[in-house]
């Protein structure tokens, strides 16, 4: 086995693990949930769209969407899974980030490519504020659709996604 086969074979069972463990992360922090120290979506509504915790502001112009997260020292979030290539911008404050393929630190002022079908945990080392930047071409102001549109709750979900694609 070359070394290029073993590195593909190494991060395969590294993603297949990362998914397996964020969604039980995800499930359990979901029953402990109280609204006040840890913050989860519902059935109802299943992405957070604003907390005190994580304070959530959303921007609409001419075929784009912006969610800015505040994301105060030492919070720490499982993102949803994003169905399409997009841009994130960290303005200020340090973030960890982990997702299948490792764990990266970023310093702002800083920006990601963020590609589909990827879970991230992001971690605030400092006070740090996040935007995201998504495509909205109907320009829909309705953030539960926007998110219906823009993310899966789960890999099932985003397989279909791609699969129907």
Not at 33 to 52: L, Q
Request: hydrophobic share 35%.
């Amino acid at each position: 086995m070359t070394d290029n086969k073993l590195q593909k074979s190494v991060k395969a069972e590294v993603s297949k693990d990362f998914r397996t463990i964020v969604t039980q992360l995800e499930n359990d922090l979901v029953e402990i949930a109280d609204g006040e120290n840890i913050v989860a979506g519902t059935k109802d509504n299943p992405i957070v769209t604003n907390s005190n915790l994580i304070p959530i502001e959303h921007f609409f112009m001419d075929g784009v969407y912006v969610r800015k997260m505040t994301m105060y020292k030492d919070i720490t979030v499982i993102g949803a899974i994003h169905k399409h290539l997009h841009m994130c911008f960290l303005t200020e404050g340090h973030l960890v980030v982990a997702d299948e393929n490792g764990t990266t630190e970023y310093k702002a002022p800083c920006h990601i490519i963020a590609t589909p079908g990827v879970k991230r945990v992001l971690h605030a080392i400092e006070h740090s504020v996040w935007y995201n930047t998504h495509k909205n071409p109907t320009d829909i102001e309705d953030v539960q659709e926007i998110e219906r549109n823009t993310v899966a709750l789960n890999y099932e979900e985003y397989d279909e996604y791609i699969k129907n694609k």
